[in-house]
């Protein structure tokens, strides 16, 4: 009896000291990527940018996490986001936007508590008010033709309601409805925003000249389509001062997973 007495207190202790160098070498055991390391601290700045321009943000993302991103106000918007690397935003308008990066562990649910603030950039935009943003401008003009469709989803004409510049890609159907209200005071037509943004160059009343506008196709850069358009003056003979009318120019341009998608000003625009 005693000795099965000690033959069994021998080998609970053996089991004992076993589970203990097993668990402490557990961490060691598992990937990674399994393993939650300690939240970082919140970085804080502040940056200027230009209406229009295009910034890219690196994303603290890895295998074990993944990043997402926050604006508050309307100055800044988001462009194209990859949750492991970078976050792309351009200036939409005059005035300040609170960029806030939050990460979120693999293994958590995928859920607003889950996200853990990590980094807060405050942007100062300036520059023009309507240069790249779709605005509700003064309706100086009452009988606007039906905007002139040239091709699948390809519109064109030389009067509108918009008597600002606007040069931007719409890309969902509030903006798309809003801009066919206000610039033309009709519902727009349909367009699956899941496959197609629309390229919008909108000359406004300040324009020089009346032009024909060139939507290019779009040119991968990194995570950026970039849509090319450019100007090629028409000849006319004038009998008074020109005029501009609103002329405009809005084509879809297919999307890509992944991408977001900007307009660039091209020097010398090809043929149509």
Request: proline residues 6%; hydrophobic residues 40%; contains cysteine.
């Amino acid at each position: 009896m005693c000795i099965a007495m000690r033959i069994l207190v021998t080998f609970a202790v053996w089991a004992l000291l076993a589970v203990q160098s097993f668990g402490s070498e557990w961490s060691s055991i598992l990937p990674l990527d399994a393993v939650k390391p300690p939240r970082n601290n919140v970085t804080r700045e502040n940056r200027a940018i230009k209406v229009g321009e295009v910034v890219t943000v690196p994303l603290p993302g890895s295998k074990s996490y993944s990043c997402h991103a926050e604006i508050e106000g309307d100055a800044v918007r988001i462009v194209a986001c990859d949750t492991l690397s970078s976050l792309t935003l351009q200036g939409a308008r005059p005035g300040r936007s609170t960029v806030r990066i939050y990460e979120k562990f693999w293994r958590d649910p995928d859920v607003r508590e889950s996200r853990v603030l990590v980094g807060e950039i405050v942007y100062q935009v300036s520059g023009r008010k309507s240069s790249r943003l779709i605005d509700s401008p003064e309706k100086v003009l009452k009988d606007i033709p039906e905007p002139r469709q040239t091709g699948i989803m390809d519109w064109e004409g030389f009067m509108s309601r918009q008597r600002d510049e606007v040069l931007t890609v719409v890309t969902d159907d509030r903006e798309w409805n809003g801009l066919w209200e206000s610039a033309f005071g009709r519902p727009a037509p349909r367009v699956d925003f899941d496959r197609y943004a629309v390229a919008c160059v909108f000359m406004g009343y300040s324009a020089d000249w009346l032009y024909d506008i060139h939507i290019g196709d779009p040119q991968a850069d990194k995570n950026i389509l970039r849509v090319p358009y450019g100007l090629n003056e028409i000849i006319l003979e004038l009998s008074g001062p020109f005029r501009a009318s609103g002329q405009y120019r809005m084509k879809a341009i297919e999307r890509k997973k992944g991408y977001g998608m900007v307009l660039d000003r091209q020097r010398d625009s090809g043929p149509r």
